[in-house]
């Protein structure tokens, strides 16, 4: 097969250098990688992984009374239960992905 077409994308040089550092160690080039992911692409006729919104939570104006103390309950036993996760961890993770 003959490959003479080019493929440009715009991405962020953090996510870019990751990938290929991941890749490297792997012995993998990243036209591989990208050749791979259009051939897939074509064999599934769409995105070979599901690509989804995040569902969005709903806020205290569109609870219910039920669902809103069904929440603050589950939260108060996650709390007893010493599930949660420290503030920071919270706090630095939420920095890291608006950053």
Do not use: C, W
């Amino acid at each position: 097969m003959n490959k003479n077409a080019t493929v440009s994308a715009r991405i962020d040089e953090n996510v870019k250098n990751q990938a290929e550092d991941i890749l490297h160690q792997l012995g993998i080039p990243v036209s591989v990688v990208i050749n791979t992911l259009y051939h897939q692409i074509i064999a599934q006729q769409g995105v070979p992984f599901s690509i989804t919104l995040q569902k969005k939570p709903k806020s205290l104006e569109e609870m219910s009374a039920d669902e809103l103390d069904a929440k603050l309950t589950r939260s108060y036993e996650q709390a007893r239960a010493r599930q949660g996760k420290p503030m920071k961890e919270v706090f630095d993770k939420l920095e890291r992905k608006h950053s």
